[in-house]
């Protein structure tokens, strides 16, 4: 595995890597790797010739008030693990050629960006789709995957894809969860021994919500009330949203029919998670 922080590096690699016919999957992250990330570049290996990993903190999509500078970083760990994963470039941009001075281009998702997190981090979708674009403008992938535990996220980044006739194809891979149940995120680390032993009902209480559906209930705010009535049993949580939406537009449902989505955001302590489920009824 090679090590790339030069934009211009990257670029000409990637274009000499096409020029030879070989397939190159982006895994975009932010780095703290752990095996959701680790799924990702897994398939990535499987699908392509060349695995770019990338790993930047990008300070467009955190607000004012969030948590860029104490976001979790270790390099020396995510280098081995992006490796062992199948990763065979690891792409780490700095600050300064990301975004040089005098940097004024964004790229804005409208509609889809306005509903759950969104609505919570006016400007981080903002944040995400112009790094994107950039990333795929520079690492020029045939392949990009992304979690769906980020299930905003990724619909957002396929809109984009369509919309600006990207001619990458984008995967979304499954949620990867600790054996309790909580979704494996680099956030996870802000959680104090008591909030970790807690967190896990996030998951459970949409589990719990998923067999309510099952159980022939159809009203989203029986559903959303049962489920935060659980997660309210953890002292230190504060819920920024419970939604049951329509999976393909996001669009809140008044009865809970055809593909759905349960998405849902929560402070514990400081660490602000996110987790979801999709139901097909
Ligand atoms: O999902 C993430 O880690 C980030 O939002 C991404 C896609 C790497 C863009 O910075």
Not at 1 to 8: C, G, L, N, Q
Not at 39 to 67: C, H, W
């Amino acid at each position: 595995m090679k090590t790339v922080t030069d934009i211009e590096n990257m670029q000409s690699y990637a274009e000499k890597t096409r020029r030879e016919g070989k397939v190159i999957a982006l895994v975009p992250t932010m780095g703290f790797l752990h095996e959701g990330h680790l799924s990702l570049i897994r398939m990535a290996d499987k699908a392509a010739d060349l695995v770019v990993t990338s790993i930047y903190v990008n300070p467009t999509q955190f607000g004012p008030s969030e948590d860029v500078d104490q976001y979790p970083r270790d390099i020396d760990h995510d280098t081995t693990l992006a490796q062992q994963a199948g990763t065979d470039v690891l792409f780490v941009p700095t600050d300064k050629a990301m975004y040089p001075q005098g940097y004024q281009t964004f790229v804005t998702a409208e509609k889809l960006t306005r509903s759950l997190c969104g609505a919570f981090r006016p400007t981080h979708f903002r944040g995400v789709t112009t790094i994107v674009t950039k990333l795929f403008n520079i690492v020029k992938p045939h392949i990009a995957i992304f979690g769906q535990k980020d299930a905003q996220q990724a619909i957002v980044i396929r809109q984009m894809t369509r919309d600006l006739n990207f001619d990458v194809e984008i995967k979304v891979a499954p949620i990867i969860r600790h054996e309790d149940g909580l979704a494996m995120s680099s956030r996870n680390k802000y959680l104090t021994p008591q909030q970790r032993s807690e967190a896990p009902v996030l998951y459970q209480s949409l589990c719990e919500a998923q067999k309510m559906i099952e159980g022939g209930e159809r009203n989203p705010n029986v559903v959303k009330k049962y489920t935060q009535k659980m997660i309210d049993t953890i002292a230190s949580s504060k819920i920024d949203y419970i939604e049951i939406v329509d999976a393909v537009t996001l669009e809140a449902v008044r009865e809970i029919k055809g593909n759905i989505l349960i998405a849902l955001a929560v402070y514990i302590g400081k660490a602000r998670l996110i987790d979801n489920i999709l139901i097909k009824v």
